[in-house]
């Protein structure tokens, strides 16, 4: 493998005549506070302060010590005038910040140390932009965030007043604002006083020029800090260097790799068509709407489309290169884009259900199923549900059917997973594997739900009736909680499933209805919370009883005759008086009737 390794400072890799290209292929910068603070504290902890007493001089002085920062890979030569960043994005991206951050503080603090505004033009004209023929001409050059990066960091004094429209210019504002706020005089007197003497911290002068000391000294620590620069002139040997070399930076994801590959190979030998930066872009714009994990996503995506792979988060890169890995035609590649944009809106279509969506009465069942499961928290579904509505696109699925079976998985997952049964959830990787090969490969929709009533059933037989009774009576519900987040959807949840097979016939409307606690939950019992403590009311006769401040039982009676609710029905029925030793059998004869009916 051909490459020259030069070792270098990073001001003479600021000050040499080439300007440092971020491809289109590279991921975007990614870095959060975790990342840059550690960056900022490293080049901190390098410097040396010497105190000066001369009564002429009260000042500090610095001295920066030998600091590596690590490899950076460069696609081109040594002696070309643009060279692509193949790996140390993150890093040259972090310094040029820190750099603009410092250029800036300089300036705001010009007109009380004059020498500041000559420490902010070297900065700007020496390491940030160099005029080339009388044209500006920035070291570093990027397109994903242009212009956002170049006008609000790179320029000095820019007008520029746009905020950041993606999540990569989000990303970029937030580390320059965060380095600027704990740069600030405030702050560095603050968390770095052992530089400066205390004694002399209300001395005006001293303050500012030794701030102003401070700001060069990390300026000059950055620009002495040591990499080894690598300069690859082959495309393909570039490509395998940055897959296996990611020194000092934030790890490469497994998507970072996919996308990097996908990218190479829609380079042709001259440029890179802007049809897969913008189709990547699209599908990066979908998650983002929807504060997802594009990680997240592209694994249950691929158990979606190629369920046979078993993948997984750590094997996914491998699996992709299999499938791709010797494919040479642009098209395939563009084909996997436009793919992967119409799968990430199903995705969040189905893994974060909009109501909106489900406007129209007969698709509701499948909303509230879908939004139960995204509740519960349930993950490992995901894929077969994207496997199952990708499916629909193709085939027509017969709704009644589908809303059964949407609901027939939800009120099984709470089963499974809502109560504290302790069911291990790798026991369904392989059943939903085979589901979603299964449907794949239907021909019709009676194949796709044979296969789903098959995992159903498989659902069942993992559930043991007793244990899941005794840990169904448990699950709670208080609205004092529901109101502060904390999870009580599972009881809400169930209570509606078995409220609605109770009033098939006389259906309660969703808007109108609420949660009753017999017991009222201002009883300081652990009990009251329980499912057995708890009905289906409509809010109206619910608002009635706490207008008149009618918290017995006994009273509560005559309010509960006016509901069409047959759970509070059979509540009256049951119990002539209800008191806490009733709350876990009748939790039990619900989690009876959820079982029967719910899971039937």
């Not at 609901?407 to 089963?415: F, R, V």
């Not at 098939?504 to 109108?512: F, T």
Request: with cysteine; hydrophobic share 35%.
């Amino acid at each position: 493998m051909a490459f020259k390794a030069i070792g270098n400072s990073f001001k003479n890799l600021l000050t040499a005549s080439r300007v440092y290209k971020i491809p289109d292929y590279q991921r975007d910068f990614s870095w959060d506070r975790s990342n840059y603070m550690v960056f900022l504290q490293d080049i901190i902890s390098q410097l040396i302060a010497e105190q000066n007493d001369d009564d002429d001089n009260i000042s500090v002085s610095f001295k920066s010590q030998p600091y590596y920062m690590g490899n950076m890979i460069f696609l081109g030569s040594d002696t070309d005038e643009e060279v692509d960043v193949v790996d140390g994005q993150q890093r040259i991206t972090v310094t040029t910040i820190l750099l603009a951050v410092i250029r800036d503080l300089f300036i705001e603090i010009s007109t009380k140390v004059s020498v500041a505004k000559d420490y902010s033009d070297t900065i700007q004209s020496d390491y940030l932009v160099k005029k080339v023929d009388g044209s500006n001409v920035r070291k570093l050059k990027t397109t994903s965030s242009y212009p956002y990066f170049t006008k609000t960091i790179q320029d000095a004094n820019s007008s520029y007043a746009d905020s950041p429209k993606t999540l990569e210019e989000d990303y970029l504002k937030e580390c320059y604002d965060d380095l600027k706020k704990n740069l600030s005089q405030k702050s560095i007197l603050k968390n770095f006083s052992k530089y400066f003497d205390e004694n002399k911290n209300s001395d005006e002068k001293y303050v500012n020029e030794n701030y102003v000391n401070f700001l060069k000294a990390i300026r000059d620590q950055l620009l002495a800090s040591e990499v080894v620069e690598i300069f690859v002139n082959d495309k393909g040997q570039a490509y395998k260097i940055f897959e296996s070399i990611n020194s000092k930076g934030k790890p490469l994801s497994q998507v970072d790799l996919i996308k990097n590959d996908v990218f190479s190979n829609l380079v042709s030998t001259t440029s890179l068509t802007n049809d897969g930066p913008e189709g990547w872009q699209k599908v990066l714009d979908v998650v983002s709407e929807y504060q997802g994990s594009i990680n997240d996503f592209f694994v249950n995506y691929w158990k979606a489309t190629y369920p046979e792979d078993s993948v997984s988060g750590a094997t996914l890169y491998k699996k992709y290169l299999n499938r791709f890995g010797d494919i040479n035609d642009r098209s395939e590649y563009l084909a996997l884009l436009d793919n992967l944009l119409e799968s990430v809106k199903i995705y969040y279509f189905v893994t974060k259900p909009n109501r909106a969506d489900f406007s129209r009465q007969e698709k509701k069942p499948q909303y509230i199923g879908l939004d139960a499961i995204n509740k519960l928290g349930i993950t490992q579904i995901k894929s077969l549900l994207l496997t199952l509505y990708t499916k629909k696109e193709t085939m027509k699925l017969n709704n009644d059917k589908l809303n059964d079976v949407i609901n027939k998985i939800a009120n099984y997952q709470l089963a499974l997973f809502g109560t504290d049964s302790h069911i291990r959830s790798n026991l369904f990787t392989s059943p939903y594997k085979i589901t979603s090969i299964a449907i794949k490969k239907a021909k019709n929709q009676s194949d796709v739900f044979s296969a789903l009533y098959e995992l159903i059933d498989i659902f069942k037989k993992n559930i043991n009736e007793q244990v899941f009774i005794d840990s169904f009576t448990k699950l709670t519900f208080l609205k004092s909680s529901a109101r502060k987040g904390l999870n009580s959807f599972p009881a809400s949840y169930a209570l509606h499933q078995i409220s609605s097979s109770m009033n098939s016939e006389h259906n309660l409307n969703d808007d109108s209805i609420t949660i009753e606690h017999i017991i009222d939950e201002k009883n300081q019992n652990e009990h009251v919370a329980r499912i057995g403590n708890l009905s289906i009311l409509e809010k109206n006769i619910h608002d009635e009883i706490n207008r008149n401040g009618i918290d017995t039982y006994s009273d509560k009676k005559a309010y509960y005759s006016n509901s069409f609710s047959i759970m509070i029905d059979n509540l009256v029925k049951e119990y002539s008086d209800f008191n806490l030793g009733n709350i876990d059998s009748r939790g039990k004869k619900l989690a009876k009737y959820y079982y029967d009916n719910c899971l039937g």
